[in-house]
T-cell receptor
């Protein structure tokens, strides 16, 4: 079954630690995205990618970085976690959009707490 | 500057009633307008989407109405059910969504039995 997977689902980590949030999709989608969302609140785009070796920053400034070495994999890294990074991080992917349009498929998210 | 404004922030509707959520946008370059439904602990799921060349799209109990001149679009949920209780987000994008979606702030919908 085609889907998008995020791990871990929950992460509690100390200040200053390096973390990587994993995101993988099995749909062969070219485009992938990372959104940041405080629980029940709006989503803010922090990174996106058009395909392999492509990464762009989104509307919301973020200290995180991303990489896209393989089509199916789009990990997000925080070099030094801080309490201000506490949030939910959602990964999404979409097929190339043409006249027919296309929806984004979201993962279930990683809820990050930095203590 | 918020490019997609959504209202109301929260909404309580009786079972069987009509739920209406409204969104307004500012960027006339937007050409794709989806609605997402999100349950607690889950990622948003695409509910229905519309492009500006049509004024209405219906899928089951869900209908999008689109007013290009007013730069507004709305979601109507007919015969609302308790299982519809969730947070709903409108969104908009340009270029078919390749550069990411801009989301509204969300509406917390509660359907009372």
């Amino acid at each position: 079954e085609a889907d998008i997977y995020q791990t871990p689902r929950y992460l509690v980590i100390g200040t200053g630690k390096k973390i990587t949030l994993e995101c993988s999709q099995t749909m062969g989608h070219d485009k992938m995205y990372w959104y940041q969302q405080d629980p029940g609140m709006e989503l803010h785009l922090i990174h996106y990618s058009y395909g392999v070796n492509s990464t762009e920053k989104g509307d919301l400034s973020s200290e995180s970085t991303v990489s896209r070495i393989r089509t199916e994999h789009f990990p997000l890294t925080l070099e030094s976690a801080r309490p201000s990074h506490t949030s939910q991080y959602l990964c999404a992917s979409s097929e190339s959009l043409g006249a027919a349009g296309g929806g984004y498929t979201f993962g279930s998210g990683t809820r990050l707490t930095v203590v | 500057q918020q490019q997609v404004k959504q209202s109301p922030q929260s909404l309580i509707v009786q079972k069987g009633g009509i739920s209406i959520i409204n969104c307004a946008y500012e960027n006339t370059a937007f050409d794709y307008f989806p609605w997402y439904q999100q349950f607690p602990g889950k990622g948003p799921a695409l509910l229905i989407a519309i492009r500006p060349d049509v004024s209405e799209k219906k899928e089951g109990r869900f209908t999008i109405s689109f007013n290009k001149s007013a730069k507004q679009f709305s979601l109507h949920i007919m015969d609302s059910q308790p299982g519809d209780s969730a947070t709903y987000f409108c969104a908009a994008s340009k270029g078919g969504g390749a550069d990411g979606l801009t989301f509204g702030k969300g509406t917390h919908l509660i359907i009372q039995p």
